[in-house]
């Protein structure tokens, strides 16, 4: 599920008229519908939330040595934005105002 999709989505559910936590609401419960259903949710400039699937495995417990068994697991990864990513370690400026995700414009070339 891309942005586009998700603002689709979100759109079918909740009609025209929401009220902020309304649609705070939806955004979330779409996203987790799509990744529990095994579907990548990506967010443009914010990040993606992929499924991952952990085999079960042998490993040691460290206190007393002992070989035990690891069940299977399904979890949720996420994967931050480049955009993001450079906001948070400080190699982009935060803008005074707006949308801090969106990609900044393109700067003409001399």
Request: a positive charge; glycine letters at 8%; hydrophobic letters at 40%.
């Amino acid at each position: 599920m891309n942005k586009a999709q998700l603002i689709q989505a979100v759109a079918d559910k909740g009609g025209r008229h929401l009220t902020p936590t309304e649609a705070v609401e939806i955004v979330l419960d779409v996203m987790v519908r799509a990744v529990a259903a095994n579907d990548p949710v990506s967010v443009t400039g914010f990040g993606t939330l992929l499924p991952r699937h952990h085999p079960q495995r042998r490993a040691r417990n460290p206190q007393t040595g002992e070989t035990v068994t690891v069940n299977a697991v399904r979890v949720v990864k996420f994967r931050p934005g480049v955009r993001f990513q450079d906001l948070v370690a400080g190699r982009a400026d935060m803008p005074e105002s707006g949308n801090c995700i969106k990609k900044a414009p393109k700067t003409p070339r001399p």
